[in-house]
């Protein structure tokens, strides 16, 4: 098997940062760590695996992750190493005020920037470290990472500079452009559709090549047609994915302030009767000096599918209205 050589980028996050280790009050001093990461990008994998493969058994599913990520099955275990290293983190605290009270988040503030370096072992494919970009591309522009990841707090930017061309280009060739920053809403919706549809194809590639079938129809058509009772959250269309039409300002704070600071909200996501994860994840891009959110929303696993989607697409719309957020 051809060795296939490492990967290289930089991470900036343009909203606060909140890694905690074992004291929950505090910023883990560690910052940035390898075992979030897997985490967060293993979420996204099979987001977009779930939503493709019609009614995806859980073996299945955590069989083909394990293609790209490893598992415990196998002898060498995880299929590459993550190596980080802390290129500017300022610990802070970010105070935020809600409706009853006063609360002061403990992580590291916006502009934090680390270098992430991944190096395959010798059992991972170049079609797999392709299918771990595609992951990657959509956890920087769909997701973020630490606490309060699906309200805003830890949206990353990939970002590039002469030192790692090559692995700017390496990007670009997998059809997954990288950029931090827009000019205009209409900038940023076309970066993320096409992203998206291009991480979608790669990905459809690798799992016609690995015997999966029942696939969805293509992303811009399965909207009316989410997955039945997902077990996990899901994308199976670019309908789940809304880009608000204008900023929320051009501080983090309050952004960030807008997006919790509305009790109207409450049915994006429910703690009654028990706390379960919230089936929508916003994340913040800047477009020229305003923040602008993009959310990303899944179908809960309740019964009367159809009736969900159609009630939480108009509540991610009422979400993004100036006058709800």
């Known amino acids: 098997?051809?060795?296939?050589?490492?990967?290289?980028?930089?991470?900036?996050?343009?909203?606060?940062?909140?890694?905690?280790?074992?004291?929950?009050?505090?910023?883990?001093?560690?910052?940035?760590?390898?075992?979030?990461?897997?985490?967060?990008?293993?979420?996204?994998?099979?987001?977009?695996?779930?939503?493709?493969v019609r009614d995806i058994t859980k073996e299945t599913l955590l069989d083909l992750e394990g293609k790209v990520f490893g598992s415990s099955d196998e002898k060498i275990g995880a299929k590459f190493r993550i190596f980080i290293e802390t290129l500017r983190k300022n610990s802070s605290s970010t105070r935020m005020d809600f409706?009853?009270?006063?609360?002061?988040?403990?992580?590291?503030?916006?502009?934090?920037?680390?270098?992430?370096?991944?190096?395959?072992?010798?059992?991972?494919?170049?079609?797999?470290?392709?299918?771990?970009?595609?992951?990657i591309w959509l956890w920087a522009n769909l997701g973020g990472i630490g606490q309060r990841a699906r309200?805003?707090?830890?949206?990353?930017?990939?970002?590039?500079?002469?030192?790692?061309?090559?692995?700017?280009?390496?990007?670009?060739?997998?059809?997954?452009?990288?950029?931090?920053?827009?000019?205009?809403?209409?900038?940023?919706?076309?970066?993320?559709?096409?992203?998206?549809?291009?991480?979608?194809?790669?990905?459809?590639?690798?799992?016609?090549?690995?015997?999966i079938q029942n696939f969805s129809p293509c992303i811009y058509d399965s909207g009316s047609n989410p997955p039945a009772n997902p077990h996990f959250f899901s994308l199976s269309s670019l309908k789940q994915v809304t880009i608000a039409d204008k900023g929320l300002g051009s501080e983090a704070r309050e952004a960030l302030q807008k997006i919790h600071?509305?009790?109207?909200?409450?049915?994006?996501?429910?703690?009654?009767?028990?706390?379960?994860?919230?089936?929508?994840?916003?994340?913040?891009?800047?477009?020229?000096?305003?923040?602008y959110p993009v959310v990303t929303w899944s179908t809960p696993k309740s019964e009367g599918c159809d009736r969900n989607y159609?009630?939480?697409?108009?509540?991610?719309?009422?979400?993004l209205d100036g006058s709800a957020v």
């Open 99 to 135: 409706s009853s009270r006063t609360v002061n988040f403990k992580g590291y503030k916006e502009g934090c920037s680390f270098s992430v370096r991944i190096i395959p072992r010798s059992n991972m494919t170049g079609d797999e470290v392709d299918i771990l970009f595609a992951t």
């Open 261 to 291: 600071g509305n009790s109207s909200c409450s049915d994006l996501g429910t703690a009654i009767p028990e706390r379960k994860a919230s089936p929508v994840f916003v994340r913040l891009h800047k477009v020229k000096d305003e923040y």
């Open 1 to 52: 098997m051809a060795r296939v050589e490492p990967i290289e980028f930089k991470v900036r996050f343009i909203t606060p940062l909140l890694i905690h280790g074992a004291n929950p009050r505090a910023a883990d001093t560690m910052g940035l760590t390898g075992k979030a990461l897997r985490g967060c990008w293993r979420f996204w994998f099979r987001a977009l695996v779930g939503g493709m």
């Open 151 to 211: 309200r805003g707090f830890g949206s990353p930017v990939i970002y590039m500079d002469n030192n790692n061309r090559l692995h700017e280009e390496r990007f670009e060739k997998s059809g997954l452009p990288i950029k931090g920053s827009f000019e205009t809403d209409t900038e940023l919706k076309e970066y993320i559709k096409n992203g998206i549809k291009h991480a979608w194809d790669k990905m459809l590639d690798w799992c016609q090549n690995n015997n």
């Open 310 to 319: 159609v009630i939480n697409d108009c509540n991610c719309r009422y979400y």
